[in-house]
C-alpha cells in the first residue's frame, strides 16, 4: 500500500478512481475520504450519476461522513440543456459547488506537453481549476481534516 505510505507523509492526497462504483478501489477511496470531489458533465444522467455516488456513500455507512463537492466540468453555459441539469440536480438536493467551463485551451494543453496552468495559466478554466483548489484547501482546514 504506497499511497497509505505516501498519505502519511503528506498534508493532502487526491486518489483519482475510475468512474466504476461497483470497483472495491473506489469504494475504498470514498469511505477512507475527508472530502469527496463528485465530476458531473451536465448531461441528461449527471443528477443520477451524482446520486449513485451518494448512495454508495450511505450505504458504506462511513463515520464521519466526508464533506463533498459537486464539480460541473466541461460546461458550456450556452447550452439551453445546462440550466435544465442545474435544475434537476437542485430538486434532487444536490447543489453544484463549482463550475469549470468548457474550454479549447484544456484540449490543446497536452498536446503542448503542457499542463493547463503552464499553457493557459490566465485563462477563465485555470482560474476556475485554482479557485476549486482553494475551495478544497479551505473546507479541509474549516472541518479541521
Not at 447543489?95 to 467551463?101: E, F, G, L, Q
Amino acid at each position: 500500500m504506497r499511497w497509505l505510505r505516501a498519505a502519511a507523509a503528506r498534508d493532502t492526497l487526491i486518489v483519482d478512481t475510475s468512474p466504476s462504483l461497483s470497483s472495491a478501489l473506489t469504494r475504498g477511496a470514498i469511505a477512507g475520504a475527508d472530502l469527496l470531489i463528485v465530476p458531473i458533465v451536465p448531461e441528461p444522467l449527471a443528477a443520477r450519476r451524482a446520486q449513485q455516488v451518494l448512495d454508495v456513500l450511505e450505504a458504506l455507512d462511513v463515520q464521519p461522513r466526508p464533506l463533498i463537492l459537486i464539480v460541473a466540468t466541461i460546461v458550456d453555459a450556452r447550452r439551453a440543456i445546462t440550466a435544465a441539469i442545474y435544475a434537476d440536480l437542485e430538486a434532487a438536493g444536490l447543489h453544484v459547488d463549482a463550475i469549470i467551463p468548457r474550454s479549447v485551451t484544456v484540449a490543446e494543453a497536452p498536446r503542448s506537453g503542457k499542463t493547463l496552468l503552464a499553457y493557459a495559466p490566465k485563462s477563465p478554466t485555470a482560474n476556475e481549476y485554482g479557485q476549486l483548489a482553494r475551495t478544497v484547501r479551505a473546507m479541509l482546514r474549516n472541518a479541521g481534516r
